[in-house]
Structures are given as structure tokens and as C-alpha cells.
């Protein structure tokens, strides 16, 4: 079975705090991509990242960094966290194709006070 | 504009009884839908993945429907159980353009003993 796992289930910050959060995955998956998921509006693409050392900006990039150094880990980064990036962040990976289906982690809560 | 649109927002059943979700999508070009089921507080998981040539895919109690002329899917539900209780999210993608997927926002499914 593909597992996708996520560093942190909830996480609790401060405005100004630099974030990390990572996702890994073990079923040597090309595609790896960061969701940011709230109330009404459905998943959201943050990042995807399509091979190591490689990315792409999604629909809400701002704000946001990620970093993919190995092909099993994308790490996403909140250089300064602000208020407005409280929501539950979900990472994905895929093999390859674009039919390919996607394995969702388990969801990170982060909440910025 | 892509989007993916998905009725009715929430729904409340009895156990025991049979449901049909909607998702009507402007995604063009097409190239897949997904539908997936996502617990509270977990990831989604993928229950049926259909491309343009198909028009019903099952998967034991799920049977999404695809009707690429009008753009509509559907995802029925048999004999609900309490464990149905969750939300349903419509997902399409592109057959061009940047990688990525289109998510509707969901409909939340509560099954009532």
C-alpha cells in the first residue's frame, strides 16, 4: 500500500514563525504536491513538485516555499506564518502520468495565533 | 475559467438507503475525473477514476457515472452505512496546460442510523 506521511498532525505557531512541514512518501513517486484545504473552497494548490530539485507554483503560491532535495521528501515552508495561512495543509503524490491517481497524507492542522 | 461544481453542498440519509451526488465540470480539454472520499480530519482516498471513453466505473457500494457530452458526473451510493458518513470531492484534470488537478468543494454526506 502507498503511505504518504505528514511530519505533524496539528501544529500551533506564532505570526513571524518560520514553518516547516514535511511530507514523505515510500512508493517512489515522481509527483509530489502541497494542498492548502479550507471550509468552502476545496483543496487548493500550493506547490507541485514533478522530480527532485524541481517545482512548480500552483493557484496560491504566495507566501509559500518547498523544497525537494530527495525524490521520497517535499518539505513545504512558511518563511513568515501570518494569520491568514491558518487551514489544514494536505500533501499528495502520484507515479507519473497525468491519469495517475493521486495518495493523499493524513492532513497537518496548522493554526497561526 | 476551469471549474468543478458539486450538489448538493450536504446531505443527510438514512442507513440503509441509496444516494446520488452530482459534480458538473467546465474542465477543457478533458482528460479524467476523479471522485474521492475524505473522512473527517483524514486525506482523501480515491474511489473511482473514469477518463473520456467511460462512462461507469464501480467500486463495491460506488458507481460514478460520466457523461463527457454534458459534462456531468455522478456518484451513487447503495445500501449506505453509517461509515459512508463523509465528504465526496469531484476531481478533474486537464488533458493540457499545467499539471494539475481541479477539486470541486465537496459534498458532506452524514448516514443516520
Known amino acids: 500500500d502507498v503511505k504518504v506521511t505528514q511530519s505533524s498532525r496539528y501544529l500551533v505557531k506564532r505570526t513571524g514563525e518560520k514553518v516547516f512541514l514535511e511530507c514523505v512518501q515510500d512508493?517512489?513517486?515522481?509527483?509530489m504536491f502541497w494542498y492548502r484545504q479550507d471550509p468552502g473552497l476545496g483543496l487548493r494548490l500550493i506547490y507541485f513538485?514533478?522530480?527532485?530539485?524541481?517545482?512548480e507554483k500552483g493557484d496560491i503560491p504566495e507566501g509559500y516555499s518547498v523544497s525537494r532535495e530527495k525524490k521520497e521528501r517535499f518539505s513545504l515552508i512558511l518563511e513568515s506564518a501570518s494569520t491568514n495561512q491558518t487551514s489544514m495543509y494536505l500533501c499528495?503524490?502520484?507515479?507519473?502520468?497525468?491519469?495517475?491517481?493521486?495518495?493523499f497524507g493524513p492532513g497537518t492542522r496548522l493554526t497561526v495565533l | 475559467k476551469n471549474q468543478v461544481e458539486q450538489s448538493p453542498q450536504s446531505l443527510i440519509i438514512l442507513e440503509g438507503k441509496n444516494c446520488t451526488l452530482q459534480?458538473?465540470?467546465?474542465?477543457?480539454?478533458?482528460?479524467?475525473l476523479r471522485w474521492y472520499k475524505q473522512d473527517t480530519g483524514r486525506g482523501p482516498v480515491s474511489l473511482t477514476i473514469?477518463?473520456?471513453?467511460?462512462n461507469t466505473k464501480s467500486n463495491g457500494r460506488y458507481t460514478a457515472t460520466l457523461d463527457a457530452d454534458t459534462k456531468q458526473s455522478s456518484l451513487h451510493i447503495t445500501a449506505s452505512q453509517l461509515s459512508d458518513s463523509a465528504s465526496y470531492i469531484c476531481?478533474?484534470?486537464?488533458?493540457?496546460?499545467?499539471?494539475?488537478?481541479?477539486f470541486g468543494t465537496g459534498t458532506r454526506l452524514k448516514v443516520l442510523a
Open positions: 513538485s514533478y522530480d527532485v530539485k524541481m517545482k
Open positions: 499528495a503524490s502520484s507515479y507519473r502520468q497525468r491519469t495517475d491517481t493521486q495518495y
Open positions: 476531481v478533474v484534470s486537464a488533458a493540457s496546460g499545467t499539471y494539475k488537478y481541479i
Open positions: 512508493m517512489d513517486h515522481e509527483n
Open positions: 473514469m477518463t473520456f471513453s467511460e
Open positions: 459534480c458538473n465540470y467546465t474542465v477543457s480539454p478533458f482528460s479524467n
